[in-house]
């Protein structure tokens, strides 16, 4: 039975069909509210609206869940590795051996860019954001491939998926060894995805490289934890794009360009920096009082989120990886690391905190792992964006692929000037 619910305007009653999901709230259909009762919903930040139908990823904040295709993201990030979350996101099961064999392969096999694409990066200054050259360069790819562009063939739309996922380390460690002056490194396919992303970075001409397995396995693991996240900001940036029937690789540079922002991606970037300036454990009540007081701009970075009203799964996970790895490399005493773990004790003793239900997030540990591993701040969205590639491209495939899909127009609330006649320069 159809559960439904009744709006009453003036005299107008309005039946609204109400959807059951699989997990979550209700959904109340307000699809023909305004041509039968001329109002619109009015809800700015998207905080009470569902903009889609997804079977891809589920967040309950308030338990602290995330699941991928049904998996929690902690028994995920234990027992798989991203490839195959790439492959469990993109085509909605785990894959057996052999499709994960094909699937690694095709990857591999996608990891280098045209050569052309090399000079893009010459007309940007060695001091530019790599997350502006990426912005810039992945754009750029729908002006060389040419035959993944048609986004109503399934088979163009699967070779981009595929050619993004592949090539985005690529162009992120380009755009690094661009900024400090270095050559760049060609992937070398003997090596796992974030080896060889670690490799591409790392590696120089004068002499041999070899992956610490400790980091290869802590930035896979970043990495999965990075993946896909309903329908954020940068996810909801792609869509809208894919709505218009832009082609994917213009879609994924909206995204990109979307994370940038220090309240999304750039949050990372934004956090160890806070953590350096506070510098000391006796700093940091200076800096919890500037994040509760309304005239200072100032936030803790890394603190909050839109729906995780309890601890950030993904901040659990990464704080243990924090441990691990800087106790593997003989740096558990990290300065950063102790200012953040006393910033977030002190934090969630604090009432403003506690009340507002500020937790840490994805980003309020990753910074700290990515500096350990020799990343300069600049680098850290990047690796988001290498990360959540495979998140936008499935997010976008399931909207490109849904019959019913049409161009997202949203509406306003005008404030504006009523209708007025114009003036003639003499008399104003
Ligand atoms: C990501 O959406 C996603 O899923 C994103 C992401 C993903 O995987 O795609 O999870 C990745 O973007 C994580 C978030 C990274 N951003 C930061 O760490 C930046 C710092 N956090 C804040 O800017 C903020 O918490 C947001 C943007 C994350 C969420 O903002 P909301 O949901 O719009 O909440 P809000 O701004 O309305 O804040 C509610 C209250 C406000 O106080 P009041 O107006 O009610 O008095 O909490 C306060 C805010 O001032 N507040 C903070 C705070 N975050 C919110 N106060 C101090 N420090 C903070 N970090």
């Known amino acids: 039975m159809t559960k439904s619910a009744k709006l009453t305007i003036g005299e107008k009653v309005i039946d609204l069909p109400i959807h059951s999901p699989t997990l979550g709230p ?30 891809i990823t589920y967040i309950d904040g308030d338990k602290g869940e995330l699941l991928y295709r049904g998996y929690p993201i902690e028994q995920l990030a ?21 499709q994960a064999a094909d699937f690694e ?108 397995p400790v980091l290869a396995k802590a930035m896979d693991r970043i990495m999965m934890l990075h993946a896909d996240h309903e329908q954020n900001a940068s996810t909801s940036t792609v869509r809208l794009a894919g709505s218009s029937g832009a082609n994917p690789f213009a879609c994924i540079a909206a995204g990109i360009a979307c994370l940038w922002g220090p309240a999304h991606g750039g949050a990372n970037q934004a956090c160890l920096e806070m953590l350096r300036e506070i510098g000391t454990v006796d700093r940091i009540p200076e800096y919890i009082r500037r994040a509760k007081d309304k005239d200072d701009p100032f936030r803790l970075m890394g603190f909050g989120h839109r729906v995780y009203k309890n601890f950030d799964p993904r901040a659990k996970v990464m704080k243990e990886s924090a441990d691990e790895v800087l106790g593997l490399l003989g740096i558990e005493n990290n300065p950063t690391l102790q200012v953040a773990k006393e910033l977030e004790r002190i934090a969630l003793e604090d009432e403003y905190f506690v009340s ?73």
């Open 105 to 212: 392969y095709r990857i591999t096999r996608h990891t280098m860019l045209h050569e052309q694409i090399h000079y893009f990066f010459r007309g940007f200054r060695r001091d530019s954001h790599p997350m502006a050259t990426m912005v810039g360069v992945v754009g750029a790819m729908s002006a060389f491939y040419h035959d993944s562009l048609d986004i109503n063939d399934p088979w163009q739309r699967e070779v981009a998926a595929i050619r993004m996922i592949a090539k985005l380390p690529t162009i992120a460690a380009m755009a690094y060894k661009y900024s400090i002056g270095q050559p760049f490194n060609y992937p070398q396919n003997h090596l796992d995805y974030a080896g060889n992303f670690l490799h591409m970075c790392f590696a120089v001409p004068a002499e041999s490289y070899t992956v610490n």
């Open 356 to 428: 507002k239900k500020l937790y840490p997030n994805v980003d309020f540990y990753s910074g700290i792992i990515l500096d350990a591993m020799g990343f300069p701040t600049s680098m850290f969205t990047p690796i988001f964006a290498i990360s959540r590639t495979v998140g936008w491209i499935s997010q976008w495939k399931e909207m490109i692929g849904d019959p019913t899909q049409k161009i997202g127009r949203p509406r306003q609330l005008y404030k504006g000037e009523k209708t007025r006649d114009y003036v003639d320069l003499r008399h104003r």
């Open 78 to 98: 234990e027992r798989s590795h991203y490839l195959e979350v790439c492959y469990l996101l993109l085509y909605g099961e785990l894959p057996n051996a052999a």
């Open 26 to 55: 209700d959904v109340l259909d307000i699809r023909k509210l305004y041509a039968e009762a001329d109002v619109f919903t009015y809800d700015p930040g998207f905080t009470s609206t569902a903009a889609c139908e997804s079977t």
